[in-house]
């Protein structure tokens, strides 16, 4: 998914063409702003938590944030799930086809400093370098982590898995499991799809069916510019997939967007870190067979 959001104080610099990817009939939930500071437990148990809403194109709009009241079971199982999935914040413009752009992206933790993400989140300027240089990432409570180490990065599948530098707080963030168990077709099961969307932080969205496709899934959760790289969720709460491309379609109700398959990622993670018994103990510790 190529995808990148403008920070508010670089408003001047140009955004890479962003695509909408909302399938409104699919949506449980798009795009709840799951860290809202105003959001309120109600006694009787539900949740009000907020939205950001989006237009006619599908472009999240920010400063219009609408309420909604949702199960507190619900809110809390969501908000768990994200309180693992950082943003990618780039330090600096990254010059593309001539022009200065600014990329962002999502990442997941699973646990022992080590991160999945896409190959184009870590390689700005699709240029598929594994370097390391200004790739950071920052939890939901702000705190920021630098890449130490790419053990490994698959350009075709846009996957990579990355050790980030020993952090306190980092081992303190929340990881999610790994789901090694191929997904059914189904119509009707809940796929949750968390990610920076359009670079305005930490966004959820929940949407109803999944169809295995090659390597991938098509999903039907919300999704915009911003979400690479971050984790598609089953209901049992584990990774069932690596958020990789939005559709090419607009708004509607032919949109479906594609996760690369877990099974696909742990596949190529386990072949390639064959000679790095340390690295691959650590990696299958996040693995659910």
């Known amino acids: 998914m190529r995808y990148l959001s403008l920070l508010f104080i670089l408003a001047a610099l140009p955004v890479f063409g962003a695509r909408p990817s909302i399938n ?12 809202h500071h105003k959001t309120k437990i109600f006694e009787n148990g539900d949740v009000r938590t907020f939205v950001t809403p989006y237009d006619d194109a599908g472009d999240l709009q920010p400063r ?9 079971a619900d809110y809390h199982r969501l908000r768990a799930l994200s309180e693992a999935v950082l943003r990618s914040v780039p ?13 962002e992206g999502t990442a997941f933790h699973i646990g022992e400093n080590l991160v999945l993400t896409n190959n184009h989140v ?23 982590f630098r890449c130490k180490k790419v053990h490994y990065c698959h350009a075709k599948e846009d996957l990579c898995l990355i050790e980030m530098k020993e952090s306190k707080r980092l081992s303190q963030t ?8 191929p997904q059914d077709n189904d119509e009707k099961v809940l796929i949750t799809a968390i990610g920076n969307t359009q670079g305005h932080g930490i966004h959820v ?4 069916g999944l169809r295995a496709k090659d390597n991938g ?10 979400n690479s790289g971050g984790p ?46 340390e690295t691959l103990e650590r990696f299958n510790r996040a693995v659910i067979e």
Request: proline share 4%; charged share 25%.
């Open 205 to 208: 969205s929940v949407g109803r």
């Open 232 to 277: 598609a969720i089953g209901p049992e709460g584990s990774v069932i997939g690596i958020v990789r491309t939005e559709s090419h379609l607009k708004v509607g109700p032919h949109v479906s967007n594609n996760a690369v398959k877990m099974t696909k990622v742990i596949e190529l993670i386990r072949e390639a870190l064959r000679e790095d018994v």
């Open 24 to 35: 409104p009939e699919r949506s449980v939930y798009s795009f709840i702003d799951i860290f």
């Open 174 to 181: 929340p990881t999610l499991k790994l789901s090694n168990i």
């Open 217 to 226: 899934y098509d999903i039907y959760a919300a999704l915009r510019n911003g």
């Open 91 to 103: 330090l600096y413009p990254t010059l593309y086809k001539g022009e200065r752009w600014i990329f």
């Open 122 to 144: 870590l390689s700005r300027d699709f240029s598929n370098t594994t370097e390391c240089d200004g790739f950071r990432l920052k939890n939901a409570n702000g705190n920021s």
């Open 64 to 72: 219009r944030k609408e309420e909604i009241v949702i199960a507190a």
